[in-house]
């Protein structure tokens, strides 16, 4: 799947996980967001629930992160 929305979204959270002054929990949160948009970049026809699924992890990490 080929998206330039996709790209963007990757983009943008290698640029949270680059910025300093971030702990390593907040680090792996967002690596974890990072991988789950990998398994859905490689996906040639995913699914409705597999991409809810991906926002949600998205979502979360830069919520977690980013909310304390």
Partial sequence: ????NLKFCMDQLRSLQNRDGLEPG??????????????????????????YVAVRLVAEAILTSFGK
């Fill in 26 to 51: 907040q680090r792996s949160e967002l690596e974890r967001a990072m991988e789950a948009l990998r398994r859905l970049w490689r996906k040639p026809n995913p699914s409705r629930k597999e991409i």
């Fill in 1 to 4: 799947m080929q998206d330039k």
